[in-house]
């Protein structure tokens, strides 16, 4: 029986096979998505350093802010002088006392702010990643870490999208041997008729980019000196999708 059914199998199989083989494809277009990626070490970092002051006197609060950011800024451009520097987002604005229940009729009062916060931000921007803990922990001397993000030059983005073109080019072609091999076909009768590498069909999704690694920081400790922080800039995988169309002769 069960020798029977083994052989029913193989020879509906072949049926299947002789069938798929005798379907004709000559003049056939055959839409073949691709995509392709590069791996690259992060060679650039981008560090927000924050300085916030609160005071009751919201000029004091203003002039120790403004104070501290340039002790922080002259630290930074001493550490790592090749970095670049832009101050942004300055902020101020009231602190106000809890609010109480008011007893019942009374009528209620204007807020008065206790206090006002006020602080500002610096961006720098480095290739000097070995030097970065160091410059990092002298900044937080003054200033507290807010963000850090790694990521890739422009220049190192430039060089590695001809690598990440040839390496998508080539799985499209890899993919179209594979079809044609499966429609029983050479792969010199398939013609390239048209490649589409900005992925905008609606077969294609749009072009993948690796999200920034990002890592938040604790605020500076209060003495005046601070341990190096230890940073791990991580890679980047750039990808690229492609969409071919391939007319069998």
Excluded: C, H
Aim: aromatic share 6%; net charge positive; hydrophobic share 40%.
């Amino acid at each position: 029986m069960t020798v029977s059914k083994t052989i029913i199998a193989a020879a509906l199989l072949l049926s299947a096979q002789a069938y798929a083989q005798t379907v004709p494809t000559t003049g056939t277009l055959v839409v073949v998505p691709a995509q392709g990626e590069v791996v690259t070490p992060n060679d650039q970092a981008i560090a927000t350093l924050a300085i916030e002051e609160q005071d009751k006197d919201k000029a004091a609060a203003a002039s120790r802010v403004n104070q501290k950011m340039k002790q922080g800024m002259d630290i930074v451009r001493k550490e790592d002088p090749q970095a670049s520097l832009k101050t942004q987002g300055y902020y101020t604005y009231p602190v106000y006392p809890e609010d109480r229940p008011l007893p019942a009729g009374a009528a209620a009062k204007p807020r008065v702010p206790t206090a006002w916060r006020v602080g500002q931000y610096l961006e720098v921007k480095t290739t000097n990643l070995n030097g970065l803990p160091k410059t990092v922990a002298a900044a937080q001397k003054i200033l507290t870490l807010n963000n850090l993000q790694f990521g890739l030059t422009p220049a190192t983005t430039r060089k590695m999208d001809d690598k990440r073109i040839a390496a998508t080019y080539q799985n499209l072609n890899e993919r179209i041997a594979s079809i044609a091999a499966a429609m029983g076909r050479k792969t010199s009768d398939a013609v390239l008729d048209t490649v589409d590498f900005e992925g905008s069909g609606n077969y294609a999704n749009q072009e993948g980019r690796a999200a920034p690694m990002m890592m938040r920081a604790a605020k500076m400790m209060d003495s005046g000196e601070v341990a190096e922080p230890s940073f791990e800039p991580g890679e980047t995988t750039l990808q690229m999708q492609v969409v071919g169309k391939v007319r069998f002769k």
